[in-house]
């Protein structure tokens, strides 16, 4: 009979069918999951069975300390877990989306993980005006703020950023163009090579951009998600949101209704607030369309 011989390993990442896990001992091995839908996220813990040198199996994924969804056109999937925090980097060169930035926000809030923003290229210092008031918000609705120039300050950037992500494990995401690349590969030197090989090992081609990758650092890791639109809310309720946002979830108490939606109610705290212009009307408009979704899809689903 054939010996089986059973390890546990992490997801380092995951594509398809095809996953790599590495093994406490830093071994990395090619996986698959057999006969499952693609359910497994990258920084799973996972009982692997060994059944050749070449062959190993994916038997079963341990709880997770947290969950990250992300989604594209098509559907919501397992982004990442057992995540610490999530590292958003951010420029004015090209704009940012203030939507895809709060998004990263609410996400993080409702999986209960710690939320950095790293404003990137303060270089550009005819922009400062523009951005001021969005960090000041960003730090009043409970964010970390480090400011960064990656490309002219690279050792400034090292230094704050690597106390930061010391020990702990850090999705590291943002829009194209902001300097993420930059950014990791300040932290990680190989991360560039690394990412290449395992391109050519899977054969991925152009497929690569959008694979999730998993890099050892100084007692964490640096979770990396190329290609990354955005995270996925779908699976929030209605309440996950309300409770999400610090400027709604501070002001429930005072609505009139104790099921109020902040939508079209009378006597609404969170209005009056927006009226009285002491919540941002695109924080608003940003819950608005947020509640608007969830109860349509709470409503489909019965
Ligand atoms: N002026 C300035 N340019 C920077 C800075 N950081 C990065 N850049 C430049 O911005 C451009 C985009 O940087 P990348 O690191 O490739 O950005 P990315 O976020 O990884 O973008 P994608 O690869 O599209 O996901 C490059 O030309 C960088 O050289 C900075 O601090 N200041
Ligand atoms: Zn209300």
Known sequence: MKEQVWFKARVISSHGKHSF?????GTVLEATRKGKKVDLAVGDIVECLQTSP????????????????????????PLASN??????VFATRPSYNPHF?????L????????????????????????????????????????????????????????????GKVTLLIGQSGMG?????????????????????ALNLGKQTTTAVRWFN??????????????FGLSH????????????????????????????????CAVKTAVDKGEIDPERYAFYKELAEKAIAAEKNNY
């Open 107 to 166: 996400a993080a809030e409702t999986a209960d993980i710690h939320i950095l923003m790293i404003r990137n290229k303060t270089d550009f210092t005819a922009d400062e005006a523009l951005v001021r008031p969005f960090i000041e918000q960003l730090k009043e609705l409970g964010a970390e703020v480090v400011e960064v120039s990656a490309t002219t300050d690279p050792e400034g950037t090292v230094k704050s950023l690597e106390p930061l992500f010391r």
């Open 236 to 267: 929030l309720t209605l309440n996950d949101i309300m409770r999400g946002m610090p400027e709604i979830r501070d002001r429930v108490e005072y609505c009139r209704f104790t099921n109020c939606r902040h939508l079209n109610e009378p006597g």
């Open 101 to 105: 930035i709060w998004k990263a926000m």
């Open 21 to 25: 896990v590495e093994k406490e001992d």
């Open 54 to 77: 070449e062959q190993v199996s994916i038997q079963k994924i341990e709880p997770r300390r947290s969950l990250l969804y992300r989604s594209d056109e098509l559907r919501t999937k």
């Open 180 to 200: 993420k690349s930059t950014i990791l590969n300040l932290l990680v030197k190989d991360a560039g090579q690394r990412t290449q090989e395992y391109s050519v």
């Open 217 to 230: 650092y100084e007692g964490g890791a640096i979770v990396d998600s190329p290609g990354f639109q955005e």
């Open 83 to 88: 995540i610490d925090q999530v590292a958003v």
